[in-house]
């Protein structure tokens, strides 16, 4: 459990007397188990008595979990939490085995845990699912879960496949972890028609809350991919495959988003598919602040023969005002003008990322800019260092430097095309980089610089890559 916390983002500066309070509920964790196919809910949920149903531990407030409400509904702003179902069987730091089999769909709603309590497949086992939804809920995990609507031939669910929600009356989400889940709206999408698209694909995963980390996931054949609309969030080292909306969203200020890769858009409908969305929102003051992204790899098409095959806006960010970002060592490879586009920005560093097109056809070269917001406000204090991209276009608030203008991929690149974007060993890139304000390590995490000179674009150039 002490990982979870550390990693989760929450970061908190802990007392010894927390610390010895955390590792106590850890040395005091159990472990449950369930078996859709040879337990029984009159078992103990024991390894060698495991439970049968899932569902059976939240339904009809069986009182089961040890955890906390809200003093009272609706919730407002104030309000406390207070014990339920203290001595419970099930309590914070433990986790529940889920093996082989079908669990439906999982509703966890008012269960506000004093600390982490963990829903992960057994190693070896597939539970499946048909959608998961957490709501007005904190300190929960889950891990390894499968989540299809045709697994359970559920046509009803909620558009998303994992909804982590926040409500009104009954209060906010936060802390949650997802991680290493498979996502699909189905198992296969290749027969799929752009009504099939339409109809039949389902959301990813929304995470309304704050302190939501989002790790190692692999969504395929979705409509949106991961929507990070609250604060705080984490979204690392997913993957997000075959899409029809946009493959990544972050709304909420403080987030970082990286390592992550999006791949293979459908253009199915009237939606501007982009690989990264933001916009600002009224209720926060007109401004999204101190985002990174960071190492992501967002590529158009791998297939140039796969059907729907649309126009990828790689890092559209339109609605500003974007505060304090810095976008650094993201691989772009996209058929469109907007490789990494800020609308109305101020204090953002873009830096040593790598923009491409697949090809020499219309819509392109992708540009590296900065420039004005919709309503005609100007963009300042920005700056795009160390790029390589097919256009550079900074506003008058804006300065550019040490970039490079991607226009002979191959003497660039390793294999511009087969996406190996590695830096050749006679790249012109190498060492045209500045080190100011440059990161400490590339896309691979390897140290910058590893020459002379800071190298432009995601990688640093490497002796025996």
């Known amino acids: 459990m002490l990982h979870i916390l550390l990693e989760n983002k929450l970061k908190p500066k802990l007392t010894l007397l927390a610390l010895v309070c955390l590792l106590t509920i850890i040395s005091q964790a159990k472990n449950f188990f369930i078996d859709p196919v040879n337990g029984l809910d009159s078992n103990p949920g024991s390894k060698q008595k495991p439970w049968k149903s ?45 093996m082989d089999g079908f669990y439906g769909s999982l509703y966890i709603t008012d269960y506000y845990n004093s600390g982490f309590i963990t829903i992960a497949a057994k190693a070896g086992h597939k539970p499946k699912f048909s959608g998961i939804l957490i709501r007005s809920s904190s300190k929960w995990a889950f891990k390894g879960l499968y989540v299809c609507p045709e697994y359970g031939k559920d046509k009803k669910l909620a558009n998303h496949l994992i909804s982590i929600q926040s409500h009104g009356f009954r209060g906010h989400v936060e802390d949650v ?13 290749s027969q799929w028609t752009a009504e099939d698209w339409n109809n039949l694909s389902r959301r990813g995963i929304a995470a309304e809350g704050k302190n ?11 409509d949106f991919g991961i929507n990070a609309v609250g604060s705080d969030c984490l979204v690392e080292g997913n993957v997000v495959e075959n ?60 297939d140039p023969q796969q059907p729907h095959r649309g126009y990828l806006q790689a890092i559209g960010c339109f609605d500003g005002m974007y505060v304090n970002w810095r976008i650094e060592n993201n691989v772009i490879i996209t058929d469109h003008w907007h490789g990494i586009t800020l609308m109305g920005a101020k204090n953002c560093t873009i830096i040593n990322n790598t923009v491409i ?27 795009i260092r160390n790029n ?49 304000k440059a990161p400490k390590k590339d ?23």
């Not at 972890?177 to 999408?189: F, G």
């Not at 900065?370 to 100007?378: E, L, N, S, V």
Request: proline share 4%; aromatic share 8%.
């Open 54 to 98: 899932l569902s059976h531990i939240f339904e009809n407030n069986s009182g089961m979990i040890e955890t906390r409400c809200w003093e009272s509904l609706p919730y407002k702003k104030g309000k406390s939490l207070i014990s339920k179902n203290t001595g419970a069987v099930i309590a914070p730091g433990d986790t529940i085995w889920l």
């Open 177 to 189: 972890l997802v991680e290493n889940c498979t996502l699909s709206s189905t198992l296969d999408s």
């Open 212 to 222: 939501i980390t989002v790790r190692g996931n692999k969504l395929k054949n979705v």
């Open 243 to 302: 899409f029809s909306g946009d493959g990544l969203r972050s709304l909420g200020n403080g987030n970082v988003i990286q390592y992550n890769v999006v791949k293979n858009c459908y253009d199915v409908n009237n939606n501007h598919d982009d690989g990264f969305q933001s916009w600002a929102r009224k209720d926060g003051g007109g401004e999204v602040r101190d985002v990174v992204l960071r190492g992501n790899t967002f590529i158009n098409y791998e």
């Open 357 to 383: 097109d697949p090809n020499n056809k219309r819509h392109g070269p992708p540009w590296i800019q900065i420039t004005k917001h919709k309503d005609g406000r100007p963009s300042s204090k920005c700056l």
């Open 388 to 436: 390589i991209a097919g256009r550079i276009r900074p506003d008058s608030g804006t300065k550019a430097d040490h970039n490079i203008i991607a226009e002979n991929l191959e003497t660039l690149f390793v294999n511009a095309s087969e996406y190996d974007l590695r830096l050749a060993e006679t790249s012109p890139a190498i060492n045209a980089g500045s080190s100011k």
């Open 443 to 465: 896309i691979r995490k390897n140290k910058r610089s590893s020459g002379d000179k800071v190298d432009a674009g995601a990688y640093e150039f490497q002796h025996m890559q």
